[in-house]
């Protein structure tokens, strides 16, 4: 091939590659321009063209997470525009710009939030210079991003007013040439612009489409739900007047008003929304490209919030399909996905094989993830997590403590993790919360409060914290440092927030909480309620009903029982009052002695189970549970049923909150002792100690106990040899924890009765020698 041909296939493989990118197919796009780089070098092209081959190779290696390559390729291209000369050369600065925006983006996956700014700075100032208004402005969005990502609210409208005021000089000048670049969702959506990226507009005047993105960017800097929305549909209300569809901002705007409806509880309309933008991605990029699959997953988010748990799977399964044919298992996304779908299998429950298979998956994301990002790394922290949360659930309390502390370590000092942190931090007081660990319980919440007071954070996201924090001190009974935290809260919101009426009802709740009625009466005075029957509406009043519990039951009940009625027929969008109000009306039902009413309620609340949001799944093995064991105290044949059902309930949500099955299985389990069916009591017992080694581990009281209740069964059955076995087991754990001496006592009296039963009285004169001593032991402690 002569040298003349050989340069212009290397500028027609370029646009190739770019054809085969936007489609979808990158390993075929990194040859193209691999081939094209290799033409470039060989004739030598001007530097201005080989910097533009390799920055489009540079890009193709950033998507498919060859991040190395990607650098070294972006670093020969600064070479070549850092030789003598060559700033004076022509489209020197439009070369440049592009180039930065590339390493910008390579900076942005690893976190290297400041250099990235840098150099986006660097970019913005080269192309204004030129009047690349349009493309300056895809530099001024990506460092609203930033400041959206660190938080940073204040300056990030003021980067929005910066580019509104860029967008308003394109619109009193505008270009010959209306473009908009490249919006890469395939990797970060990253604009891509210039040399063969371009895009055709969706709008015929640039107006119009300036004036979309600032609705997108409007609604992610607000901070009112209400005014994010009036942005959102601002947006679509521009995007409906043309006659092409702007796919790609309908998609945006779509998946972000799902966003905005999931946060304001509007359950189905996230739902629907989530599909739409799904639909629109899959109708823009082809049902196989990636940017598809993330808009899947979107919705199996979506799905899932609204109790919709068996359809996940097939999306997910989907999702999996397209990021592996289009990148492999070796993959930033892929791994992501892999640790997401993870996730969403606790919906399948806690099962061992379940576990083993999340475990499995969280393991190859993990590895692909610490392959190619820091230690560091968010992303890398957050798989530590998960893999945390499954160490948690199958025993491993040291190695899952250890992965949260650490987790923990990693982040500190990162502003752009700020909330990666609180929610780890978090995640480590519920922890301690479970096991009962008050010391390191009261040092993470003090430590929590000292960061939320101090980190960098918008202020929906502090009082949010503090909202939270304030329920994690009320569920410990802390209620002085409750009241502080909710009043600072309210203190930090107006009339007409959304947060303001929250922090007053919270506020009303633990004065009630806390006995004093004038000062719950007094808040509640003050509220108006919200009209009509959405789920807000209903959810508010049910909250008064739960004050005023503690001071007008009768009044309570009747407000509970009426937005009981008017949920149920509002379902699946109305499933969070609905659950709160059936829990208030079977706890009431069951403190007066009125039984019928609280099985009526159960039974409706069964029959509606799958519309129910997690939270109300998990507390109908509660209710159950309670009403069974006042069907027991009544001598009631309808007891056993119940507990019966209640098992089967909490087993079921046994993947999210593995205790209430737990506590139910030991509720059972007596129940079955105290009515002689020894038989039955026993494999409950076998079933809770299965549990609890999976959630304690062997070395644990709870596990001992367990295990001694199934001895004393087991020998009163006859089953001698079983009850051995057991009640070694517990002995030897129970001595190894070194546990209080009345404990091992009658651990101790309960082996010898089982050995004598045996006729090994050497090994139960041994047992009672050892009694003894610790009788003897605790007398001399007391004197």
């Not at 001007?46 to 991040?67: D, R, T």
């Not at 924090?469 to 209620?479: E, P």
């Not at 829990?583 to 039974?603: G, Q």
């Amino acid at each position: 091939m002569q040298a003349g041909q050989q340069s212009k296939k290397a500028l027609a493989l370029a646009d190739d590659g770019i054809a085969l990118y936007k489609s979808g197919r990158f390993s075929d796009a990194q040859r193209t321009f691999q081939t094209a780089v290799r033409f470039g070098r060989e004739e030598s092209l001007p530097f201005q063209q080989m910097c533009e081959l390799l920055n489009h190779l540079a890009v193709v290696h950033i998507c498919l997470s060859k991040y190395l390559d990607a650098e070294s390729n972006l670093k020969e291209a600064f070479a070549l525009l850092d030789r003598p000369g060559a700033a004076e050369a022509p489209g020197y600065k439009l070369i440049r710009s592009v180039c930065l925006s590339t390493l910008a983006n390579l900076q942005y996956v690893h976190n290297r939030y400041g250099q990235m700014e840098e150099g986006l700075n660097e970019a913005i100032e080269l192309l204004e210079s030129e009047n690349h208004l349009i493309y300056a402005g895809e530099m001024v969005w990506q460092i609203a991003v930033l400041r959206h990502e660190q938080a940073m609210l204040e300056e990030g409208t003021e980067t929005v007013n910066r580019l509104e005021q860029m967008f308003k000089k394109l619109t009193d000048n505008p270009p010959d040439n209306n473009t908009r670049a490249y919006r890469d969702e395939a990797c970060c959506g990253w604009p891509r612009f210039a040399f063969g990226w371009d895009e055709k507009p969706y709008f015929h005047n640039v107006e119009n489409e300036s004036a979309v993105k600032i609705s997108m960017l409007r609604a992610g800097f607000s901070q009112a739900l209400a005014e994010a929305k009036k942005h959102c549909q601002h947006g679509l209300s521009i995007c409906s007047d043309v006659e092409r569809e702007p796919l790609f901002y309908l998609a945006r705007l779509l998946a972000i008003k799902s966003d905005l409806s999931r946060d304001s509880d509007e359950r189905t309309k996230a739902d629907n929304l989530a599909c739409d933008a799904a639909q629109i991605a899959e109708r823009l990029y082809g049902a196989k490209h990636p940017a598809v699959a993330g808009y899947l997953l979107k919705m199996v988010g979506a799905k899932v919030f609204t109790e919709q748990r068996s359809c996940y799977e097939q999306f997910v399964k989907q999702a999996m399909e397209i990021l592996e044919n289009s990148f492999g298992e070796r993959h930033y996304s892929t791994a992501r996905a892999l640790i997401m779908s993870s996730d969403f299998m606790a919906l399948k429950g806690m099962n061992a094989q379940t576990l083993e298979e999340r475990e499995a998956l969280i393991k190859r994301g993990l590895d692909t993830l610490s392959d190619i990002f820091e230690q560091t790394h968010p992303d890398v922290v957050k798989a530590e997590v998960s893999l945390a949360e499954i160490y948690r659930a199958t025993g491993r309390l040291d190695e899952a403590e250890e992965l949260l502390k650490c987790a923990v370590s990693k982040l500190e000092g990162q502003a752009e993790a700020v909330q990666l942190l609180l929610n780890i931090r978090r995640t480590l007081v519920n922890f301690y919360l479970r096991l009962g660990r008050d010391d390191e319980l009261l040092e993470s919440l003090q430590e929590q409060k000292r960061l939320i007071a101090t980190l960098t954070m918008t202020k929906p996201q502090r009082v949010g914290r503090m909202m939270e924090l304030a329920y994690d001190y009320s569920s410990i009974t802390k209620f002085d440092e409750a009241e502080k935290l909710l009043k600072e809260g309210l203190s930090l919101c107006v009339d007409g927030d959304d947060w303001y009426r929250a922090f007053v009802m919270k506020l009303a709740q633990l004065y009630a909480d806390s006995d004093r009625e004038k000062e719950a009466r007094d808040i509640l005075s003050t509220i108006t309620l919200a009209e009509g029957n959405s789920a807000n509406a209903l959810q508010e009043r049910f909250k008064v009903a739960s004050i005023l519990c503690v001071f007008d039951p009768e009044e309570a009940m009747r407000r509970a029982q009426e937005v009981f009625d008017i949920a149920c027929e509002n379902l699946p969008e109305c499933a969070q009052p609905f659950g709160f109000a059936a829990a208030l009306l079977i706890e009431e039902f069951l403190r007066t002695d009125r039984l019928d009413d609280a099985y009526r309620v159960s039974n409706v609340l069964m029959t509606h189970k799958d519309s129910m949001g997690l939270m109300g799944i998990t507390s109908i093995p509660v209710f159950l549970r309670g009403i069974a064991a006042a069907f027991a105290e009544k001598r009631d044949k309808r007891a056993e049923m119940m507990y019966e059902k209640a098992v089967e309930a909490a087993h079921d949500v046994s993947g999210f909150q593995p205790e209430v099955l737990e506590y139910t299985l030991g509720d059972c389990a007596e129940f079955y002792v105290n009515i002689n069916q020894g038989d039955k009591a026993q494999k409950i017992l076998k079933r809770l100690a299965e549990l609890r080694i999976h959630l304690y581990g062997e070395k644990n009281l709870e596990y001992a106990g367990t295990l001694l209740g199934l001895s004393a069964i087991l020998h009163e059955m006859r089953r001698t040899a079983e009850a051995d076995g057991f009640s070694a087991r517990a002995v030897s754990i129970l001595e190894d924890l070194d546990a209080e001496a009345d404990l091992l006592i009658k651990a101790l009296e309960l082996r010898t009765v089982i050995l004598r039963a045996q006729n090994r009285h050497m090994d139960a004169n041994a047992a009672e020698k050892r009694k003894k001593e610790l009788i003897d032991l605790k007398k001399e402690n007391a004197r």
